[in-house]
């Protein structure tokens, strides 16, 4: 038996068909951020001479995670959402 749910009303669908093309972006900007935390608080390993060879992965991995989500925001046109121009 599966269950079933009324359909949206018209102005819940028009607002979520406004809606949907944004989650892409908003996906990348958390992403970005995420792993930039992530690549400062390696980096600041980093100068203490103590990385470890999983923590330069984990640092090469954020930078990765930051360069797929700038593409995503600089092909949109929307860097603003990360600081940049």
């Keep these: 038996m599966s269950a079933r749910t009324a359909p949206l009303p018209p ?5 979520l068909a406004h809606a949907l093309p944004h989650f892409p972006l908003v996906q990348a900007v958390v ?4 792993a930039a935390v992530h690549a400062a608080q390696l980096a ?3 100068e203490t001479g103590r ?3 999983l923590d330069a992965r984990s640092l090469a991995d954020a930078e990765d ?3 797929a989500a700038y593409t995503v925001l600089h ?3 929307r860097l ?3 600081g940049g121009a």
Aim: no cysteine.
């Design 80 to 82: 603003d959402l990360i």
């Design 65 to 67: 995670v930051m360069a």
């Design 44 to 46: 600041a390993v980093a």
């Design 51 to 53: 990385m470890t060879d």
């Design 31 to 34: 992403e970005y951020e995420t």
């Design 75 to 77: 092909t949109a046109g």
């Design 11 to 15: 102005a819940a669908a028009e607002a």
